[in-house]
């Protein structure tokens, strides 16, 4: 059995995951941030705890714990090295999650966690190569390469959402302007529709939320689109055409078996998907070749969990 942790700025989620990447108990408790991370580390060795007693195991019965970390994980090191939402600069996580257990403890970024669940318990199962995105706030990317996440040299790869896609371009919160992040994640959805419904007072996204900007969502967008609205679909195709040269990059540079993908947007589902798969095959590099599947990922918040506890499988 393994111990997963799901570390994020808003919520630490813990599971107790067997060898297949199934949870077999979990909880979760706010991450509480602005507090020392070693007070931090306290809740979460504390909620680990308490999901091994609530479970029917023993702490005997565990192999490892893995997190998943937002930010800059070092997992050579067992550091933290940057997470700007936690407030942590080279916080030596390991060492002080040490004080409670006597196991290997495993690091990686939650893009990769992520990436792992879905190519061990998920949509990417059987595919030794797959890329997981996450289209939420940013795009999340996991890149499992032989089976393994894959983050580079110096553990700072996998930002696929800060390709940069359009040069000049929009700016993003990581400096650099045009990243891909900034055209094809929700965030992005949201930012556009929020435009358009004030241009466009007709548009049935104003109508969808009773003419309150603040409550446009990608959803909104979509459902607009969905329903024939003129002025949500020319933003979801605009939308779609940004996802799809991104994807259209992924697949030039790593040429995976399965790209997943999940967060909000991908809820859409077929609509989406129809529409993702059309503009990538109209503009793929290599026509008569095959390339990777597209696919909606499945595993939804447990992911990250799930992966973070798959670090000890590796
Ligand atoms: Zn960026």
């Given amino acids: 059995m393994y111990i997963g942790v799901d570390l994020g700025g808003t919520n630490i989620g813990v599971g107790l995951v067997d ?21 931090i580390i306290g809740d979460m060795a504390k909620l680990i705890q308490d999901v091994i007693e609530e479970s029917d195991y023993k702490q005997e019965d565990l192999k490892a714990i893995g997190i998943g970390s937002t930010g800059l994980p070092d997992n050579k090191k067992g550091t933290i090295v940057l997470a700007s939402n936690l ?18 403890i495993h690091l990686d970024n939650d893009g990769n966690t992520a990436g792992l669940a879905e190519a061990v318990a998920g949509a990417c199962q059987g595919a030794e190569n797959s890329i997981t995105l996450t289209l939420g706030t940013g795009i999340g990317a996991g890149i499992i390469i032989n089976g ?23 700016q993003c919160t990581c400096g650099n302007k045009g990243c891909w992040e900034r055209y094809a994640s929700a965030t ?3 930012s556009e529709g929020k435009k358009a419904a004030k241009n466009h007072s007709d ?16 959803k909104t967008v979509i459902d607009a689109a969905k329903k024939g609205d003129v002025t949500a679909l020319k933003l979801f195709d605009n ?7 991104g994807i259209i990059t ?12 999940g967060g909000g947007v991908a809820g859409a589902g077929d609509f989406l998907f129809d529409a993702l798969k059309k503009k990538v095959k109209e503009h793929i590099f290599y026509k008569e070749a095959p390339y990777a599947e597209i696919t909606q990922a499945v595993l939804g918040n447990d992911a990250g969990i799930i992966g973070a506890a798959m670090l000890g499988k590796l």
């Fill in 250 to 261: 992924i697949i030039n540079s790593f040429d995976p078996a399965i790209i997943a993908i």
């Fill in 188 to 190: 992005a959805l949201i």
């Fill in 148 to 170: 393994k996440p894959y983050s580079g040299a110096h553990s700072v790869g996998a930002e696929l959402g800060h390709l940069i896609i359009h040069v000049d371009g929009i």
């Fill in 203 to 218: 548009s049935l996204i104003y109508q969808l939320v009773d003419r309150n900007l603040d409550r446009i969502t990608a």
């Fill in 19 to 39: 060898e297949k990447g199934k949870i077999v108990y979990k909880g979760e408790i706010p991450t509480g941030v602005g507090r020392p991370f070693e007070e």
């Fill in 87 to 104: 407030g942590w600069e080279n916080a030596p996580i390991r060492d002080e999650l040490h004080k409670y257990f006597d196991l290997p």
């Fill in 239 to 245: 939308y779609i055409y940004y996802l799809a040269m």
